[in-house]
């Protein structure tokens, strides 16, 4: 049965009754920006963008950090992490409708077709936004991916966030690196309480996350708790840089008091709080049993995909993919010895094979580190046939926090800083080695870095600011899988017959998330999450252990996990569509170039770049 919808201010009431700054208003918060002038008082439609993009960062500092472009008048960003409580995010809401409108009302006419995508994408990315901060409660992506219902869960909020981002991006090259992240130590409380604030709403609102997924973040929270009472890795972080940098200070006698006294009692009420939830939670973990859930997965939907296709469309292409990858699948198993049985049974008994199983432990954890770096080397090798223009992709590969894993997908990965000094990272996640077999991580090294998010993200660094903020979930993961695709071309495979069945299996996965998701949170379809894991395990072949993880994640993520499939069928559609009109004239290499300097952007803003490609000859 779905729960009632209790909240006053609905999302109806919101749509017909005012405008989002009014809504600002009502809560508390800032409604004014700098950068307020008419869009027709800018000499240029880039000098708007521009404007544009530092309203957006100065209510999202830590995109600055990671972008590498809080330097200079911008470098107070570096102090900041942004307000995460209602206040906060209705200012935001407020920028972006004020923001929308300018980007709107300027005169496009005469602009070239690189601005003239710009603005499409900066009004497919606010509009798009705008919907979600109509939505009563959770978080919203504004250009991003992940768009969440819990505000705080097993893959959500800050204790997971706000740790790694001070690791791994904020800079500690001198003093005052150094005292901006005890600054931004300073700002965590609030950022906590901020959430705290809105879970507590949520809660009041009768949205309650699944009890399984607060089965994972109660003891995660725990963990994050018994660190800070020590200082744990926030403190650790930053002595370890001062001291590798010469600094000069006592900065665990700052930082220390910050997180023990100050972080560590927030995050005593946040668990207190998950505890609480724990106590009135059930287990279903589809969105149609949340207060207003329809409306909120109908918009996630939306968001992920850059479409309006429906979760029962969604449902039937992701069974058709299927069942065309499984058809490629059967001879390859069938050549190597396995002959009965669905393809599912028969990848499950290949996952037994020892042939293709790291070794335990840290031996092991070493083994895949090593593998996956000979499988980078690898693929930068073969760009030049597939691009006409390479770029020199800075990555690294890190191991998740240890903290992280038990929540954690088996690996992830994205850009760099815009200005290089922050490599792209592909993390992968190490809790045991049985997640990883041979045959799949070399398509996993493809999605994740070489030709992947990071190789992708070196080019949307190069366009406007605006455009390196903004990302689209089936661009982004579309490419990602388009990779794996073009790894596969390019003969990552070719004397492997069993990486390539590991990439056709990635890649049958990718359309069981389209079932999955979909069966999970439709209100026509209200699978349990043991009915969707088990389609994996019989479908696809896939391990228990590694499932369970991403089944949670579509339940805390809703959407999310429907953008990749979507995202690569439409490259690969439009690829179709430029050989058919360039006949002899196509080259895979011009068309590459075309779609990664197009920048990310939302699928039918993608088919206007392969057109305007198509057109140049």
């Given at each position: 049965?779905?729960?009632?919808?209790?909240f006053?201010?609905?999302?109806?009431?919101?749509?017909?009754?005012?405008?989002?700054?009014?809504?600002?208003?009502m809560?508390?918060?800032c409604?004014?920006?700098?950068?307020?002038?008419?869009?027709?008082?800018?000499a240029?439609?880039?000098?708007?963008?521009?404007?544009?993009?530092?309203?957006?960062?100065?209510?999202?500092?830590?995109?600055?950090?990671?972008?590498?472009?809080?330097?200079?008048?911008h470098?107070?960003?570096?102090?900041e992490l942004?307000?995460?409580?209602?206040?906060?995010?209705?200012?935001?809401?407020?920028?972006?409708?004020?923001d929308?409108?300018?980007?709107?009302a300027?005169?496009?006419?005469?602009?070239?077709?690189?601005t003239?995508?710009?603005?499409?994408?900066?009004e497919?990315?606010?509009?798009?936004?705008?919907?979600?901060?109509?939505q009563p409660y959770?978080?919203?992506?504004?250009?991003g991916?992940?768009n969440?219902?819990?505000?705080?869960?097993?893959?959500?909020?800050?204790?997971?966030?706000?740790?790694?981002?001070?690791?791994?991006d904020?800079?500690?090259?001198?003093?005052?690196?150094?005292?901006?992240?005890?600054?931004?130590?300073?700002?965590?409380?609030?950022?906590?309480?901020?959430?705290?604030?809105r879970?507590r709403?949520a809660?009041?609102?009768?949205?309650?996350?699944?009890?399984?997924?607060?089965?994972?973040?109660?003891?995660?929270?725990e963990?994050?708790?018994?660190d800070a009472r020590?200082?744990?890795?926030?403190?650790?972080?930053?002595?370890?840089?001062?001291?590798?940098e010469?600094?000069?200070?006592?900065?665990?006698?700052?930082?220390?008091?910050?997180?023990?006294?100050?972080?560590?009692?927030?995050?005593?009420?946040?668990?207190?709080?998950?505890?609480?939830?724990?106590?009135?939670?059930?287990?279903?973990?589809g969105m149609?049993?949340?207060?207003?859930?329809?409306d909120?997965?109908?918009?996630?939907?939306?968001?992920?995909?850059?479409t309006?296709?429906s979760?029962?469309?969604?449902?039937?292409?992701?069974?058709?993919?299927?069942?065309?990858?499984?058809?490629?699948?059967?001879?390859?198993?069938?050549?190597?010895?396995?002959?009965?049985?669905?393809?599912?049974?028969?990848?499950?008994?290949?996952?037994?094979?020892?042939?293709?199983?790291?070794?335990?432990?840290d031996p092991?954890?070493?083994?895949i580190?090593?593998?996956?770096?000979?499988r980078?080397?690898?693929?930068?090798?073969?760009?030049?046939?597939?691009?006409?223009?390479?770029?020199?992709a800075?990555?690294?590969?890190?191991?998740?926090?240890?903290?992280?894993?038990?929540?954690?997908?088996?690996?992830?990965?994205?850009?760099?800083?815009?200005?290089?000094?922050?490599?792209?990272?592909?993390?992968?996640?190490?809790?045991?080695?049985?997640l990883?077999?041979k045959?799949?991580?070399?398509?996993?090294v493809h999605?994740?870095?070489?030709?992947?998010?990071?190789?992708e993200?070196?080019?949307?660094?190069?366009?406007?600011?605006?455009?390196?903020?903004?990302?689209?979930?089936a661009?982004?993961e579309?490419?990602?899988?388009?990779?794996?695709?073009?790894?596969?071309?390019?003969?990552a495979?070719s004397?492997?017959?069993?990486?390539?069945?590991?990439?056709?299996?990635?890649?049958?996965?990718?359309?069981?998330?389209?079932v999955?998701?979909t069966?999970?949170?439709s209100?026509?379809?209200?699978?349990?999450?043991?009915?969707?894991?088990?389609?994996?395990?019989?479908?696809?072949?896939?391990?228990?252990?590694?499932?369970?993880?991403?089944?949670?994640?579509?339940?805390?993520?809703?959407?999310?996990?429907?953008?990749?499939?979507?995202g690569?069928?439409?490259?690969?559609r439009?690829?179709?569509?430029?050989?058919?009109?360039?006949?002899?004239?196509?080259?895979?290499?011009?068309?590459?170039q075309?779609?990664?300097?197009?920048?990310?952007?939302?699928?039918?803003?993608l088919?206007?770049?392969?057109?305007?490609?198509?057109?140049?000859?």
């Amino acid at each position: 049965m779905t729960k009632a919808l209790p909240f006053a201010l609905s999302r109806r009431a919101l749509l017909a009754g005012g405008s989002v700054a009014t809504v600002a208003t009502m809560l508390g918060g800032c409604a004014t920006t700098a950068g307020s002038r008419p869009a027709a008082s800018f000499a240029t439609g880039e000098a708007l963008l521009d404007d544009i993009a530092w309203n957006l960062l100065n209510k999202e500092p830590t995109r600055a950090t990671s972008l590498g472009v809080d330097t200079g008048e911008h470098a107070y960003l570096r102090s900041e992490l942004g307000v995460a409580g209602p206040d906060g995010r209705a200012a935001l809401a407020a920028t972006l409708e004020r923001d929308l409108a300018r980007a709107r009302a300027y005169p496009k006419e005469t602009l070239d077709a690189s601005t003239r995508t710009s603005f499409e994408v900066v009004e497919s990315a606010y509009s798009t936004a705008l919907e979600g901060f109509a939505q009563p409660y959770g978080d919203v992506a504004v250009g991003g991916w992940r768009n969440a219902p819990y505000v705080v869960i097993q893959n959500v909020g800050a204790y997971i966030d706000l740790p790694r981002f001070m690791d791994s991006d904020h800079p500690v090259k001198d003093a005052a690196d150094a005292d901006a992240y005890i600054a931004r130590l300073e700002e965590i409380p609030g950022v906590l309480e901020g959430e705290l604030t809105r879970i507590r709403a949520a809660r009041a609102m009768g949205v309650v996350p699944p009890a399984f997924l607060l089965d994972k973040a109660i003891p995660q929270m725990e963990s994050s708790l018994e660190d800070a009472r020590s200082g744990g890795s926030l403190v650790e972080s930053l002595v370890r840089r001062t001291t590798q940098e010469g600094i000069a200070g006592d900065w665990s006698a700052r930082a220390t008091p910050i997180v023990t006294q100050q972080i560590a009692p927030m995050l005593e009420r946040q668990l207190a709080e998950l505890r609480t939830e724990r106590g009135v939670a059930d287990n279903d973990p589809g969105m149609w049993s949340q207060p207003g859930g329809n409306d909120w997965y109908d918009w996630a939907l939306k968001a992920s995909t850059t479409t309006s296709l429906s979760a029962n469309e969604i449902h039937q292409l992701g069974l058709d993919t299927l069942r065309d990858i499984h058809a490629r699948m059967d001879p390859i198993l069938r050549d190597i010895g396995y002959t009965s049985g669905s393809v599912g049974s028969r990848m499950t008994e290949l996952s037994t094979d020892q042939r293709f199983k790291f070794a335990e432990g840290d031996p092991g954890r070493a083994e895949i580190m090593a593998f996956i770096q000979d499988r980078i080397a690898w693929i930068r090798e073969q760009m030049p046939r597939a691009f006409r223009r390479t770029v020199d992709a800075n990555l690294e590969v890190r191991r998740l926090p240890v903290s992280e894993e038990p929540g954690a997908p088996t690996a992830y990965g994205g850009a760099g800083s815009k200005d290089g000094t922050i490599p792209g990272k592909m993390w992968i996640n190490l809790r045991t080695t049985d997640l990883h077999r041979k045959y799949d991580v070399p398509t996993l090294v493809h999605h994740e870095t070489i030709p992947g998010h990071v190789w992708e993200g070196e080019y949307s660094n190069q366009l406007p600011l605006i455009r390196s903020i903004l990302a689209f979930n089936a661009f982004s993961e579309g490419w990602a899988l388009y990779a794996e695709q073009l790894a596969d071309e390019l003969g990552a495979y070719s004397d492997n017959p069993a990486w390539r069945l590991g990439y056709l299996q990635d890649a049958a996965f990718r359309a069981c998330r389209l079932v999955v998701d979909t069966g999970l949170h439709s209100p026509d379809k209200r699978w349990s999450r043991e009915q969707a894991i088990r389609f994996f395990m019989e479908e696809n072949g896939n391990k228990r252990e590694q499932i369970e993880s991403e089944v949670d994640r579509y339940c805390s993520w809703p959407g999310q996990a429907c953008g990749y499939m979507v995202g690569k069928l439409e490259i690969l559609r439009q690829r179709e569509r430029a050989m058919a009109a360039l006949g002899d004239a196509y080259d895979l290499r011009d068309f590459d170039q075309a779609v990664v300097e197009g920048g990310n952007a939302p699928l039918d803003v993608l088919a206007k770049n392969v057109t305007r490609y198509i057109e140049r000859g």
